[in-house]
């Protein structure tokens, strides 16, 4: 017997805090579609793609997502993504350039799917970027500043905006080092970032809806100061609230 906990939308969806569930469920997919199959009628929606959806405490991206085995006896907790302020994707403006984050999940991180999303808004300028790589909002913000300015000036690393955002997240010079290291990975969400109109972002922000996942919901610390070999030591001597932001920030706006 499996039991799954509802949080959120999903509680007002199936009248419950909880269901046990007897039949024969054999991955998460097949789960989602009993409960679609099994909601009460003339109760909200129950959005079966845009959900966290934990094994015995164990978040499923970290598994085999959709195709995660289950067992029986296993709990499973669903809590709608936009529940308790979580967000999938922010925006801000820098120099008059509309800019949107979005943090894609993983089954989508392929050259392919980056094309394609080229292809449909070719009023947008958009560049992927592991997850791994960005601290937060204030990481990308800044960062993704130094590009818009030196684009402003004609001082790009590259020819293209795109090509220069991959550059400073990577803190190379290396066109194929940052790729290697920054760009598209099949076990890594990734950080999709859009500058543009405010009308082809809303456009984009509604093709992505079914394929985002929480946006900034790990900490990359520990993995950052590995990657780019940055002591304990360095960050204590930086005046700052934020000293590993600001490194990598600095690291990003003197490559030349």
Known sequence: MTTVNF?????KSFQTDSLNISENLNTISELIKYLIEHK?????????????????????????????KLNSNDIVNIIPIIHGGSKTN??????????????VNKSNSNKDYLISLREKFPKLQLQA???RFILDKE???????????KKLKNQLLSE?????????FANTTQISDAI????????????????????????LSESLRDDLDIIFKNDNQNFIKKHFNISSQTLNSIESKTPLIDLLVEKASILI
């Open 180 to 203: 290697k290291n920054v760009g598209l990975s099949s076990n890594q969400n990734f950080i999709l970032i859009a500058i543009g109109n405010k009308s082809s972002q809303k456009k």
């Open 139 to 149: 990481h990308a913000k800044k960062v993704i500043s130094i590009s818009v300015n």
């Open 129 to 131: 970027i592991s997850s």
């Open 90 to 103: 922010v925006s801000f403006i820098i120099n008059n350039h509309q800019i949107g984050l979005f943090e």
């Open 7 to 11: 949080t959120g939308g999903a509680r």
């Open 160 to 168: 293209k905006l795109e090509t220069d955002l991959l550059l400073r």
């Open 40 to 68: 009460p009628e003339n109760t909200p929606d129950f959005d079966g793609k845009n959900l966290l959806i934990a094994v015995n405490g164990v978040d499923s991206s970290a598994l085999d997502g959709i195709n995660t």
